[in-house]
């Protein structure tokens, strides 16, 4: 079992403190190593420091890799879920997981030469399918002939990955995991189930604020997405958009609802991308479904794919949870999966939840309404770790009491409770910051950042990372406002990218704007991955100048965020230091969000903008009706900022014209129940007044809350005539 304080800072002598302090079990033995991270302020580097039960310092990979090599040998490349199978008599369905080819390319690296020479994602992810298979098809079929030689029967020869599924006795299964090119052998589950339950609602996508993106213009519009679920969606609904079937299983209702959480055009109980041209469905059951289903998405062009069901499996890393990290890692798709409704039990994290690589959502509890600040997590929503250390969920979604699509007329109700439903809230997300920047649709290192730093609505423990909510319940409208403010940093890491073991990227912030930065990567899951080892293991600090303002030190999450308000406007630094770099490439993604991209109110100038003229405002924050509001003027544009509460600010200057402003009639009051008020103002009539730039803000002021302002909105410019 694990221990660990993440983030705990406890003071040492000399200028150091203890930035994250863990205790992990070796597998297959009781042994246990102590690593802590030591940050020193005075050189501004992290130490790790690794301890084994005699307090000796040790090299942590060298000796997890080696009690790994020797619980393997030991089982004979058995996992052990597989070997209390087999005891139990029979044949079983078992899932070969084989050794890589020694030539076979760096598969993302093939991806992202393509997106650079010009292609689009779906034909530079078709062009890797294609050389994995070159690499892949005679081990697998070499493997394939060998198991019918010791009269195991072949499930499924995969195309893509260098996986084989069998059926077969103990005896026959023993004697092919000895192979030499057998990595690891893993029982394959026949069964899968649906993660939700019947109950009722419709506020989901409001409190994610995806109807924000859609009033940008945004609705998914030409990003394809695939619903893998237990059977396949409802064809004829007629609130989705055409279903493109890869399976010949029947309809079901908890896919059909899945479907329509991601993209359903019904209004009011709208998806989250709801401009999907069309939608892909493979239905089935079983764990050798997963990788036909992932293949046949991916060859038609899919970029994103929800899985809201488990296979019996939870708590630790199985089979399923690394397929997809192998192929989110090496063909640049993202799985959105259901964390699993574990909560009121172990409150273990499911299968195929417990990867490092997909994107697992927990279940969120709206109350019916899309305000933030009666929200709780749904008790019944998985939280526990995986055993292998690393944070789970990543985020939140609100997945309780849904209304949305069904098999049949009305074609609309209630569907369910559950992370099933929180999931598709989360994958439509991404939909629309796809459609916003197509990069991203090969880019999902760059689409988890951007999800877990926009996460800005905290609904339980700490603000930045906690249990039951991971970084927070996604927040559509701040994710999708960095993206298009271009908030975000991508590249491919390699040993030559750090300089003394140091990574530095520049990000420009305005004081008192609270800011979370969030970096990204993934683990490689090739045949090293048996040792759950991640390639590539970052620290993270921010500093202005050099003064620290941030800090975030984890051993097992392939993710670093931190959430802090920027004392001056400026430069910061955010410096990646390497504390391991076993492989030679990898895909990473920095994100920084601010409060500022969190605003959901907006000032609309109108009327007639001349001197002498009258002029319209609309102060406009349909999340808060009945709330007071604050409006200014302001000829100082920026990067001049005026504070607004503890945490966020008006992108604008205060001067003679704010200070008149602040006595106007209307500027100040309370929305009406549409969230809505006005104003109007008669300009003087003076000619000279012609050509002058003028920047107007409004502030959203909630007094249930402990910050007091919730939202201040973008600057609206406007030039008088």
Not at 376 to 385: D, G
Not at 628 to 654: H, I, M, N, R, W
Request: net charge negative; charged share 15%; glycine share 10%.
């Amino acid at each position: 079992m694990l221990a660990l304080i993440s983030l705990a800072t406890i003071a040492l002598p000399q200028g150091q403190e203890v930035l994250s302090r863990t205790e992990v079990a070796m597998p297959g033995s009781g042994s246990t190593l102590r690593e802590e991270r030591i940050l020193d302020r005075a050189t501004g580097r992290i130490e790790r420091v690794t301890r084994d039960g005699s307090g000796r310092l040790v090299d942590p990979v060298l000796v997890k890799q080696l009690a790994i090599g020797a619980r393997d040998a030991a089982n004979g490349k058995l996992d052990s879920l597989l070997i209390e199978k087999l005891a139990l008599g029979g044949p079983h369905e078992v899932a070969f997981w084989l050794v890589a080819p020694a030539a076979m390319p760096d598969l993302r690296s093939t991806i992202d030469s393509g997106r650079a020479a010009g292609m689009a994602a779906e034909d530079a992810r078709r062009l890797a399918l294609a050389t994995a298979q070159q690499f892949v098809e005679p081990g697998n079929a070499a493997f394939a002939a060998a198991a019918r030689a010791v009269g195991a029967a072949v499930v499924h020869v995969d195309t893509i990955t260098p996986i084989v599924f069998v059926r077969g006795t103990a005896e026959q299964v023993r004697a092919l995991a000895l192979r030499e090119d057998v990595d690891l052998a893993y029982w394959s589950s026949p069964t899968w189930e649906p993660e939700g339950s019947p109950m009722w609602n419709d506020w989901a996508s409001k409190t994610a604020r995806t109807d924000v993106v859609q009033r940008r213009g945004y609705d998914g519009a030409g990003v394809k997405v695939l619903i893998n679920d237990t059977a396949a969606v409802s064809p004829n609904n007629p609130y989705l958009p055409p279903v493109i079937e890869g399976s010949s299983t029947n309809v079901a209702s908890h896919a059909t609802a899945v479907a329509g959480i991601v993209c359903s055009d019904h209004v009011p109980h709208t998806g989250a991308a709801p401009g999907l041209t069309q939608l892909y469905s493979y239905g089935g059951a079983g764990d050798s479904v997963a990788p036909q289903a992932w293949a046949w998405g991916m060859n038609q062009g899919i970029s994103f794919g929800n899985c809201s069901w488990w296979n019996g499996q939870k708590g630790e890393i199985r089979f399923l949870d690394r397929y997809f990290d192998y192929i989110i890692r090496h063909f640049a798709v993202m799985m959105f999966k259901s964390c699993g409704n574990q909560g009121n039990g172990d409150g273990k994290v499911t299968t195929p939840g417990c990867g490092y690589n997909m994107t697992s959502s927990g279940n969120a509890v709206d109350q019916n309404n899309h305000d933030w600040n009666d929200d709780t997590m749904a008790s019944s929503s998985s939280w526990v770790n995986p055993i292998e250390g690393h944070d789970k969920p990543e985020v939140a979604a609100c997945g309780t009491g849904i209304t949305s699509t069904q098999t049949g007329s009305p074609w609309i109700g209630n569907v369910g409770t559950g992370t099933s439903y929180a999931s598709p809230v989360t994958c439509g997300t991404a939909a629309l910051l796809a459609q916003t920047d197509s990069a991203l649709e090969a880019q999902p290192e760059a689409v988890r950042a951007l999800l877990m730093a926009g996460a800005f609505h905290n609904v339980e423990g700490a603000a930045v990372l906690s249990d039951r909510d991971g970084t927070g319940h996604i927040n559509a409208a701040a994710s999708h406002s960095a993206l298009v403010r271009g908030q975000l940093y991508t590249t491919t890491l390699t040993p030559a990218s750090f300089v003394q073991g140091v990574h530095e990227v520049t990000i420009p912030l305005v004081a008192n704007d609270e800011t979370r930065v969030c970096g990204v990567w993934f683990s490689l899951a090739d045949s090293s991955y048996s040792t759950s080892v991640l390639q590539m293991d970052l620290d993270m600090t921010v500093w202005f100048g050099t003064t620290l303002v941030a800090a975030s030190a984890s051993q097992f999450n392939p993710f670093e965020i931190v959430q802090f308000v920027p004392p001056f406007t400026g430069d910061y630094t955010v410096r990646l230091q390497s504390q391991q770099f076993l492989g030679s490439s990898e895909p990473f993604a920095l994100a920084w969000v601010n409060r500022r991209n969190a605003a959901t109110n907006e000032v609309v100038v109108g009327g007639n903008i001349t001197p002498g003229g009258t002029m319209t405002f609309e102060f406009v924050d349909v999340y808060h009706p009945g709330a007071d509001y604050l409006a200014v003027l302001s000829v100082t544009g920026a990067p001049a900022t005026v504070a607004v509460g503890p945490l966020k600010v008006f992108e604008l200057g205060f001067d003679v014209v704010t200070e008149w402003s602040l006595g106007l009639p209307g500027f100040a009051g309370t929305y009406a129940a549409d969230g809505r008020a006005t104003a109007s103002l008669t300009l003087p009539n003076l000619p000279w007044l012609s050509g002058f730039v003028v920047h107007s803000a409004v502030a959203s002021l909630d007094p249930a809350l402990p910050e007091i302002v919730e939202d201040t909105s973008p600057v609206t410019t406007f030039v008088i005539q």
